[in-house]
């Protein structure tokens, strides 16, 4: 099992910014991605920003130049910086990791970390 440990979110103003970030730990076997997706009242879960262990990013249309992932391999951690925030980004964001089991890849969700966007 691997557990993931979220932490940076928040309360802040439009056009703030926060840093969240997520370690995984636990029985990991070789991760190959993390990412980041996010669900707000009433709406689906959604992909916010995701990224592999080799670089590979992609982000939601939404996001595109506001915020950007990055991951620390070593320290399997990812961060996302979240810049020029709107109302619109409020919801819960989670973490997740793709894990490469020894027979077949599994997926892990954090708990989830709430961040609101409110003057």
């Known amino acids: 099992q691997v557990q993931l440990a979220e932490s940076g979110g928040g309360l802040v103003q439009p056009g703030g910014s926060l840093r969240l970030s997520c370690t995984a730990s636990g029985s990991i076997f070789g991760i190959y991605a993390m990412g980041w997706y996010r669900q707000a009242t009433g709406k689906k879960r959604e992909l916010v920003a995701h990224i592999t262990t080799y670089g590979s990013t992609n982000y939601a249309v939404s996001v595109k130049g506001r915020f950007t992932i990055s991951i620390d391999n070593a320290k399997n951690t990812v961060y996302l910086q979240m810049n020029s925030l709107e109302p619109e980004d409020t919801a819960v964001y989670y973490c997740?990791?793709?894990?490469?089991?020894?027979?077949?890849?599994?997926?892990?969700w954090g708990q989830g970390t709430q961040v609101t966007v409110s003057s």
């Open positions: 997740n990791v793709d894990d490469m089991g020894p027979k077949e890849n599994y997926e892990y």
